[in-house]
């Protein structure tokens, strides 16, 4: 979990943030002297000795209780020390989520042989970040499990630790919290533009698929790791986004064709070639040894309580999620018919939004280096779209910025969470770039202009010209698409 990397000509050894322990449990377990053992529900690392593990939970036990004499209705969510960062959750009622997190650090050497001087860097680590980590980890765990309480009335405490352990310690392994950023904060949606044409075809190849498999109850369709259409509810559909596009994607992303995405010839669908197939599911429908178990997964949680198998099925960069009842077993014969179906209609689908992209943006022409960088999400439809990151996944976080022009986009979103009204930052780094945080009708844009000589009245202007030039802070892409292919379909009736 430690990288130290050298930084040039200093000797000096820098430590990214690092997880210390993880653990979760429910004071309700233990409550008598001697029985408090019986709270811990899951303690990572395993290797902690029992006396320690029941310590910790103590001290967090304690200040919860503590901060609630101040305010009954919000309890404590972070403790801040020199060496680490303790955040609290509480995602149901008495149950309690922990993360143990070690502050950034750096390692100074000494002239005189003594031993390194360690300074630690307690004010890089952002409450905000790292709080939505721990958020992320219960709906992560609640998508393939459900919640805690459910499992407990399943299974009692045998069950609920079984399903915890089986899921965390190996979800724990995927956490990089060096890499965690403002993203992790709004755990947002990227969308695929389209023209209403191609968006009417998907519509319509969703709804045909939903008619001729009657056991699929949600789709969600996808391109190049973008949302286009998804009839899940938004909540689950923001995290099961997550998983796809920071885990199950990125294990599938083997070269595919040569041609990637080329137009193809109508004939195609004719002769039925394809090139869909299984991310979930059997890998080889030939196979007779092929096994035809999908993953599960909880939505409407707070409401009906649906378990769903989920069946992702891919052609080129297009990809599709159906969600079928789990108490139904999927045999051979559907997923060849899926297969049959979907897999020619997918593969035409996937080459003409490839083609229609890159008719768009032969009319657009080349695009120039812009002066600025920036992040939008609108908290209304989760629509997230960011020039700054370069990639962005479980383990790596590229962006083109340095880190602490990062800190400051995290410093003016913590200011924007602590009131409701509209609101306007503008910071001026010491490295001469323009930071400017702009809080508006429910969505938030951050932009980083990098013109050393510019002015406040100039800065403004210019971030003004790129809120109507990406219509950011109007009407969003989707909304203006859906309502113009209302009118069409009214048109078309009439």
């Excluded at 967090?60 to 009954?72: D, G, H, L, N, Y």
């Excluded at 909540?235 to 080329?262: C, N, V, W």
């Excluded at 986009?409 to 602590?418: E, H, K, S, T, V």
Aim: include cysteine; hydrophobic fraction near 40%; aromatic fraction near 12%.
């Amino acid at each position: 979990l430690i990288s130290p990397r050298m930084a040039s000509g200093m000797q000096e050894k820098q430590y990214a943030p690092s997880l210390l322990s993880f653990f979760i449990y429910n004071p309700k377990f233990g409550p008598r002297e001697g029985e408090e053992e019986k709270k811990i529900l899951f303690y990572h690392p395993i290797e902690i000795e029992k006396n320690e593990k029941i310590r910790n939970v103590g001290l967090c036990e304690a200040i919860v209780q503590f901060t609630r004499t101040f305010c009954p209705t919000k309890p404590a969510k972070s403790l801040h020390t020199q060496k680490n960062r303790q955040f609290f959750h509480e995602p149901e009622e008495n149950y309690w989520m922990v993360m143990v997190v070690r502050n950034p650090m750096v390692e100074k050497p000494n002239k005189d042989g003594k031993p390194p001087t360690v300074e630690y860097q307690e004010e890089e680590i952002i409450d905000s970040v790292y709080g939505s980590v721990l958020k992320q980890c219960y709906s992560m765990y609640k998508l393939f499990n459900g919640t805690f309480s459910r499992a407990f009335e399943a299974g009692g405490v045998e069950l609920l630790t079984q399903k915890l352990e089986k899921f965390f310690y190996r979800y724990l392994q995927t956490l990089h919290l060096q890499s965690c950023d403002l993203l992790d904060v709004f755990g947002g949606i990227s969308f695929f533009p389209l023209d209403k044409m191609t968006y009417l075809k998907i519509q319509s190849f969703v709804n045909r698929v939903e008619e001729s498999l009657s056991l699929v109850k949600y789709t969600a369709f996808l391109y190049n790791d973008q949302l286009i259409w998804s009839g899940l509810e938004q909540d689950d559909m923001q995290i099961l986004y997550k998983y796809l596009t920071t885990s199950l994607f990125p294990r599938h992303t083997e070269p595919e064709l040569a041609g990637r995405d080329s137009p193809l010839r109508p004939e195609v669908a004719g002769n039925l070639l394809h090139y869909g197939r299984f991310l979930t599911g059997p890998a080889n429908l030939k196979d007779p040894e092929a096994k035809f178990r999908f993953p599960k997964i909880f939505v409407n949680t707070e409401d009906s309580y649906e378990e769903l198998h989920l069946i992702v099925y891919k052609a080129m960069s297009a990809a599709v999620c159906f969600m079928v009842n789990a108490a139904v077993d999927l045999s051979r014969e559907f997923c060849e018919q899926l297969d049959s179906l979907v897999g020619p209609q997918l593969t035409l689908l996937a080459s003409d939004i490839c083609e229609q992209y890159n008719i768009n943006r032969r009319i657009s022409g080349p695009e120039k280096e812009p002066q600025f960088k920036f992040i939008y999400f609108n908290h209304m439809n989760l629509a997230e779209k960011s020039t700054i990151h370069m990639r962005k996944t479980a383990s790596v976080s590229l962006t083109s910025v340095h880190p602490d022009l990062m800190k400051i986009l995290g410093d003016i979103n913590c200011d924007f969470a602590r009131v409701d009204e509209d609101e306007e930052i503008i910071v001026k780094a010491m490295t001469d770039y323009w930071v400017v945080g702009k809080k508006s009708d429910q969505r938030e844009l951050y932009v980083i202009l990098n013109q050393k000589n510019a002015n406040l009245i100039e800065v403004n202007e210019e971030v003004k010209r790129l809120c109507a030039t990406q219509d950011m802070m109007g009407m969003d892409y989707f909304t203006t698409l859906k309502l113009s292919i209302v009118q069409v379909l009214l048109t078309a009736s009439v």
